[in-house]
């Protein structure tokens, strides 16, 4: 990484990631980089064995209460995918059908708003339910919003634009008393916050490799609850029962087709591990000390507009801002071109969110902090703000 640059764009993806991840992929793919599961050799046992064991590993990882309080987690119901994105299609696609309804949120982003819309164009419906002006969703309006056709409610846990987190135990037991299927993005969460599926009554819980798991882009995935119900939706290859004519419903199967990516999982296996090791809430502390010093001096700037919740709890590490008189990509591009500092502007995939906190259509300026980021790196950060601002009060 060039020295000068202030990477602040870890929503994004999460950047460097740990020295051990790129070791991790490049010695595991040099040694054992065959197809798993396709032929008996001692390579592609040592490649299904090591996915194998990744399934286990992030089965416990959202199942903590379960797994110690004894009982057994599935790990086979441990899918993998190429990113966040896919996960929420096959969700979307394995519970919704025409004539169904989806309670989800206009926290969302463009990976479930778009999968529902398309839905909807098939003769689904869709309620989006509104946050509060500080972007926390009251559990009680999900509950409002289910009906007698509700299939599926579906919400992110941290947002991707302004980092507010949302109540996953009071939305999760409501989907439980009303009986429908609870089902969260985890892309702005994973890794940051602890998630419990059984705590939160999550029925399919998505997540990214790239962003707080540390692993290499291109990997994701699905832990689906031992009594959750999903259709397949993706049909192929899985190496076993060739003869068979249709797509296999046992899991892992009924929801991953194809040759599965074996540096990536590798990789996402190691960032996970040195999460693990390095212990949540150090990695969150750290962040937030950091998010605090960032929100005070940004706010402090006269002509810098702070968009969502000033909260420190409840939040994860991203805040979106606005200067005066300035649009939110040149603000970037400045940040970058005379800076070196990386942030990512407009809508971030996001839009209903922007539509409710009234910062469309240009967006805004996001900053996301990251575990290797330091408090110099913020203060310079909030310095080249200040200049930026002055230049036109
Ligand atoms: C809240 C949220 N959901 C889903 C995604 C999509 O993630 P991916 O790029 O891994 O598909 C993102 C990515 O930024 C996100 O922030």
């Known amino acids: 990484m060039a020295e000068r640059i202030i990477y602040l764009d870890?929503?994004?993806?999460?950047f460097p990631k740990p020295e051990i991840v790129h070791e991790t992929v490049r010695d595991f793919y040099s040694q054992n980089g065959v197809n798993p599961g396709r032929t008996g050799c001692d390579l592609a046992i040592n490649a299904e064995q090591m996915i194998h064991e990744t399934r286990k590993q992030f089965s416990a990882f959202f199942n903590r209460s379960l797994i110690e309080s004894g009982k057994e987690k599935d790990p086979n119901r441990l899918v993998f995918t190429m990113n966040a994105t896919m996960s929420l299609n096959l969700i979307i696609n394995g519970m919704i059908g025409p004539g169904d309804h989806v309670v989800t949120s206009m926290l969302e982003h463009n990976s479930v708003i778009r999968p529902v819309n398309h839905k909807v164009r098939e003769g689904a419906e869709a309620t989006y339910v509104v946050p509060d002006a500080e972007g926390y969703l009251d559990p009680e309006d999900i509950r409002k919003a289910i009906k007698r056709n509700t299939r599926l409610v579906i919400i992110n846990h941290a947002s991707n634009v302004t980092g507010v987190v949302q109540d996953?135990?009071?939305?999760?037991?409501?989907?439980?008393?009303e009986g429908v299927p609870f089902a969260v993005d985890t892309a702005q969460s994973a890794g940051v916050l602890p998630i419990d599926m059984t705590e939160c009554h999550i029925d399919f819980l998505s997540f990214t490799?790239?962003?707080g798991l540390f692993g290499p882009t291109g990997t994701g995935g699905i832990c689906v609850a031992d009594d959750a119900e999903i259709r397949g939706t993706i049909y192929g290859g899985t190496g076993?029962?060739?003869a068979v004519p249709y797509h296999l419903e046992e899991y892992p199967y009924r929801l991953e087709a194809g040759t599965q990516n074996l540096a990536g999982i590798a990789g996402l296996n190691a960032g996970l591990t040195w999460v693990e090791?390095?212990?949540?809430n150090t990695i969150y502390a750290h962040e937030m000390s950091l998010f605090e010093i960032l929100q005070n001096g940004l706010s402090d700037i006269p002509g810098v507009t702070l968009w969502g919740t000033q909260n420190l709890d409840r939040r994860v590490a991203t805040l979106s801002m606005t200067v005066n008189h300035y649009d939110a990509s040149d603000v970037g591009t400045i940040l970058d071109v005379d800076y070196g500092i990386q942030t990512r502007t407009g809508l971030h995939c996001a839009p209903l969110i922007h539509q409710h906190l009234g910062s469309v259509p240009r967006g805004t300026v996001r900053f996301s902090v990251g575990p290797f980021n330091t408090v110099e790196q913020i203060r310079t950060a909030i310095r080249a703000v200040a200049e930026i601002a002055s230049d036109r009060p």
Request: net charge positive.
């Open 209 to 211: 490799g790239h962003k």
């Open 10 to 14: 870890n929503a994004a993806t999460s």
């Open 168 to 177: 996953l135990n009071s939305i999760g037991a409501i989907c439980r008393e």
């Open 240 to 242: 076993v029962r060739s």
């Open 277 to 280: 090791n390095k212990g949540l």
